[in-house]
């Protein structure tokens, strides 16, 4: 096999695609090495720093925002925050509000893309994306509190999360055919539909964050920090990994994998020990 290692090409040479759109990732880890070692040579110029960059922030990104972020909870006041017994366990915390933050923007940031060759732009899509989540999920947050008191906190997020993953599966199947057949019309009508589309995708994700804030609230006041602080340390992180995910997967994947973590977060739903189970 050696032998026969000149035939592999140095750089990633896979084509383009509409799911995966990066027509300059011909990155390598391998060269990478090769021409950093022939730097004296002339070999940095054959180096695809754009993807190194990112990886580099995405790391930087994870240590400050560890510092700025998880530290402090760790050391404000942490005789209070974990407290024995606590009625709900800590580590429950954790992991649902950062799924649910982690999934949130890998959606978000998937949905852009896929808007973008709907609306041919991407500030238009940026623009009618970005305002459709977040006005539609804050509608949706502001109807959890009432629509909890019917269906029960977690009986409600599972209903969310369970209509998450029906919308966002069948907008992978219906938006290409969807698209190609409303593309002729002008752009403020796309725009229109766009937002008419996102609507109830963003709606039923508005509801998980606040229904098991609104449970920590009753029961365990004292973990309030720890959900905002790992929820803000899920969003500034994802969404450079939501963009590495594309690079190598595709945006099919990173949707995927949103709805298979918000599925995995209601069973760290953070309720009380004696009703863990789910």
Known sequence: MDSLSFLRPKFNIRPATDDRPYFHHFFKWQSFIEAFQMRGQGGMPLIEWGYVVLVMTFLVTLIISSLLILLPLSLLNPGRVIEKPAPIKRW??????????????????????????????????????LTAFLV??????????????????????????????????????????????LGFYPLVVKMLISLLLIAPLAFVMGMPFPLALSTLKAEAESLLPWAWGINGYASVTSAILATLVAIHFGFQV?????????????????????????
Do not use: M
């Not at 990173?254 to 789910?278: C, G, M, N, S």
């Open 92 to 129: 429950r915390v954790l992991l649902y509000f950062f799924g649910i933050g982690l999934a949130f923007l890998f959606i978000e940031i998937a949905f852009i893309q896929k808007f973008h060759r709907f609306l041919h732009h991407p500030v238009y899509a940026i623009a009618i994306t």
């Open 136 to 181: 539609f999920a804050g509608l949706g947050s502001l109807s959890s509190h009432r629509l909890a008191h019917q269906f029960g906190p977690y009986r409600l997020v599972i209903l969310a999360v369970v209509c998450i993953g029906i919308l966002s599966i069948s907008y992978l199947l219906l938006l290409e055919p969807l698209f190609n057949t």
């Open 254 to 278: 990173v949707i995927l994998t949103a709805v298979l973590t918000y599925l995995l977060t209601l069973f760290v739903f953070p309720k009380r020990l004696q009703t863990d189970t789910p």
